[in-house]
């Protein structure tokens, strides 16, 4: 699990992504909704995008490289955007 690469990472400190002074809090609860994210979750989100008008832009980006390159493609502007 990367959250937990994440936290052992940044075990003392504040992550890049935070605010200043934020420090990332794991317990049991957050974990149990990761872990099992992928049957409850996931499900009923894929679902409500597929109800969407085909005119809708959705990206599906399903890997860590997948998002790099897609983030690498977009125009400076779009990006803040986002």
Known sequence: MSVLVRRARFRRETRPDMA??????????????????????RPRILERLGRLPASTAVVRLTSRRAVRLWLAGLAPAEAVAA
């Not at 200043?20 to 979750?41: C, H, M, S, V």
């Open 20 to 41: 200043p002074g934020n420090r990332e809090q794991l317990d049991r609860k957050f974990l149990a909704w990761i872990w099992n994210y992928p049957k409850t979750r």
